[in-house]
């Protein structure tokens, strides 16, 4: 199977480049970004959530609250759209198209993709390899 | 939101939407539906237009959801670590 993948940040994080609706974005990779329910899949900042949501392209809404890592709850909105993972050398879309929900953050935190969009890539496999630092995703 | 009143709030909602939920699904068909105190607060044909009439509200609930009638509210929090 063809694959993508990216190699990790200088600072140790890991990036990959996905299209929420007309919008690509990059996204930091967050296995602790996880919904019990299976909707909420990424984290994005104000400034492009109202983007994808004035452009109509959030099909749905819904208010959930968030749980941080100290245990604070809070709410936020989010939207149902489709996303997609996008090659990072040749800018073309990539994999299966999914439906998700893409939560509005806080401004200032990274743009952050989390377990559930990856549950939903069907017949795909995520290969992390450590030696050399890189996510990968391989797609039929 | 402290712990303790999440805890509270979502059991009452959890209550009263179970009490509710063919009606909300018969009498909002299409809209979408503000929950709180374990009764439906508000409802509108588009999301903002449900958050704007429950910001009317006063005083404005500290817990309420807001999702489309015919699917289920999102009583569960995800986790942002």
């Known amino acids: 199977m063809p694959q993508v993948c990216w190699q990790a940040a200088a600072g140790g994080r890991y990036w990959?480049?996905?299209?929420?609706?007309?919008?690509?974005?990059?996204?930091?990779?967050?296995?602790?970004l996880i919904d019990p329910l299976r909707l909420v899949g990424l984290e994005v900042d104000p400034v492009l959530y109202h983007?994808?949501?004035?452009?109509?392209?959030?099909?749905?809404f819904n208010?959930?609250?968030?749980?941080?890592?100290?245990?604070?709850?809070?709410?936020?909105?989010?939207?149902?759209?489709?996303?997609?993972?996008?090659?990072?050398?040749a800018r073309q879309r990539v994999g299966p198209a999914v439906r998700v929900y893409v939560s509005c953050s806080a401004p200032g935190v990274p743009n952050r993709v989390g377990i559930?969009?990856?549950?939903?890539?069907?017949?795909?496999?995520?290969?992390?390899?450590?030696?050399?630092?890189?996510?990968?995703?391989?797609?039929? | 939101m402290d712990p303790a009143t999440?805890?509270?709030?979502?059991?009452?909602?959890?209550?009263?939407?179970e009490a509710l939920r063919e009606q909300i699904r018969r009498d909002h068909a299409g809209q979408y539906v503000a929950l709180a105190y374990g009764r439906v607060i508000a409802a509108a044909a588009t999301y903002d237009e449900t958050v704007?009439?429950?910001?009317?509200?006063?005083?404005?609930?500290?817990?309420?959801?807001?999702?489309?009638?015919d699917e289920e509210p999102s009583f569960e929090p995800y986790d942002a670590f």
């Open chain 1, 16 to 32: 990959m480049d996905v299209a929420l609706g007309n919008y690509d974005t990059r996204v930091m990779i967050d296995l602790g």
């Open chain 1, 51 to 60: 983007r994808i949501k004035q452009a109509g392209q959030f099909s749905r």
């Open chain 1, 63 to 89: 208010r959930r609250f968030r749980r941080d890592a100290s245990g604070r709850l809070s709410w936020t909105e989010s939207g149902l759209t489709a996303a997609q993972v996008i090659c990072p050398t």
């Open chain 1, 116 to 140: 559930v969009f990856f549950h939903r890539l069907s017949r795909c496999r995520v290969l992390w390899e450590l030696d050399q630092q890189m996510w990968c995703i391989e797609y039929p």
């Open chain 2, 6 to 17: 999440f805890e509270r709030e979502t059991a009452i909602n959890r209550e009263g939407y």
């Open chain 2, 52 to 69: 704007a009439a429950v910001e009317q509200v006063q005083p404005v609930p500290e817990y309420y959801l807001v999702f489309p009638a």
